[in-house]
């Protein structure tokens, strides 16, 4: 790999404290989700009056995936990131000292800026 003028090792760049921030938050929410679907599951599999269909872990793995994919794809500046992260973060606004929060680091200058053109801003050079 080349030092200089490698899309890859820009890839490979740690990206800018908001990107990590919003990217974090999103996975530890997947992560949640897969932990607690988890121990719903051990905990209840054996309980003949509690019973969970396939359809509750599909949706369950469902949205764990989804905030999963939205921590990555934002990680990697990929364009359709910052809207899936808009959309996942609508579960944070009800709490409104965290939610708020999350939106406004998403609408700062370098979040925004990850997202053009992978993550470097637009100059008159480019």
Sequence with gaps: ????GSGLVHLMARP??????VARVHWVVGSVIVVSTLLLHSATHNLP????????FMVAGGLAALYLLAGTLVWFGAPF?????RICSLLYLPRANFGSAIWETMNSPEFRAHFVRGGRPRTNSQ
């Design 1 to 4: 790999m080349r030092a200089s």
């Design 16 to 21: 800018p404290q908001s990107v990590i921030t």
């Design 49 to 56: 009056r509690i019973q969970f269909g396939p359809r509750t």
């Design 81 to 85: 990131g910052r809207v899936l992260s």
